[in-house]
């Protein structure tokens, strides 16, 4: 497609539950980033890929959260044992060049409800 | 502790006229910014970006002026029209490639 593809679109689960998140980044683009955003905020750094490695991972919360990207394009954020505080939206972007640009592409973002 | 953050959580301009949305920030290592606008049940969208090394940048119907002496930003949208009402977000990049976004500014634009 031609921008950034996050599905599911909303997913409901319960407390304990694991989740995965997917994104399907802009064909070519080798830089690929995790954001949470809460409600009347704003979004939120969890992870950064360049290529297939986690070039920096210092945003995900805790060892519950996990992202990978094994072929250096569709990228899974995996959630272990879900809590009502994970409840947001889980947005992906990509980007052309990783470093020190802020032209990211965001796709619509994948809400997550935690009950 | 370190943050990104807007003067105003919300902004309602009438149609025409011109927006003026402001961020402070306050790392001053922080060398590059970003305007974002997201509109509901949307991701961010980018609008224009600025340097550490520069004052000022104009885009279309957008000027982003960057003040480091009292680490403000802000973002001009010129002849507001209503596809402007939107959530806005500054974001500073301070290392790597991390890119820390702020609350946001919700404007209104009043046909």
């Known amino acids: 497609g031609a921008g950034v593809s996050q599905t599911p679109s909303n997913k409901v689960t319960e407390k304990g539950k694991y989740v995965e998140l997917r994104c399907d980044p802009i064909s070519g683009h080798t830089a690929l980033y995790w954001y949470r955003q809460s409600l009347g905020q704003g979004p939120e750094f969890l992870i950064y890929f360049q290529g297939t490695g986690a070039a920096d991972d210092s945003g995900l919360p805790n060892d519950r959260f996990f992202a990978v990207r094994p072929e250096g394009s569709v990228s899974t954020l995996k959630i272990q044992r879900t809590e009502r505080g994970d409840s947001a939206v889980y947005l992906c972007?990509?980007?052309?060049?990783?470093?020190?640009?802020?032209?990211?592409?965001f796709g619509e973002g994948s809400r997550l409800t935690v009950l | 502790g370190e943050s990104v953050g807007l003067h105003l959580p919300t902004l309602s301009v009438q149609e025409g006229d011109n927006s003026i949305i402001n961020c402070a920030y306050s790392n001053s290592a922080s060398d590059y910014f970003i305007w974002y606008k997201q509109e509901s049940g949307k991701g961010p969208q980018f609008i224009i970006d600025?340097?550490?090394?520069?004052d000022k940048r104009q885009g279309q119907r957008v000027t982003v002026l960057l003040n480091k002496t009292v680490k403000h930003l802000s973002l001009q949208i010129a002849a507001t029209q209503p596809g402007d009402s939107a959530v806005y977000f500054c974001?500073?990049?301070?290392?790597?490639?991390?890119?820390?976004f702020g609350t946001g500014t919700s404007l209104t634009v009043i046909p």
């Open positions: 972007a990509s980007s052309l060049i990783g470093q020190n640009t802020g032209e990211l592409f």
């Open positions: 600025i340097r550490s090394n520069m």
């Open positions: 974001a500073e990049n301070r290392a790597g490639n991390q890119f820390y």
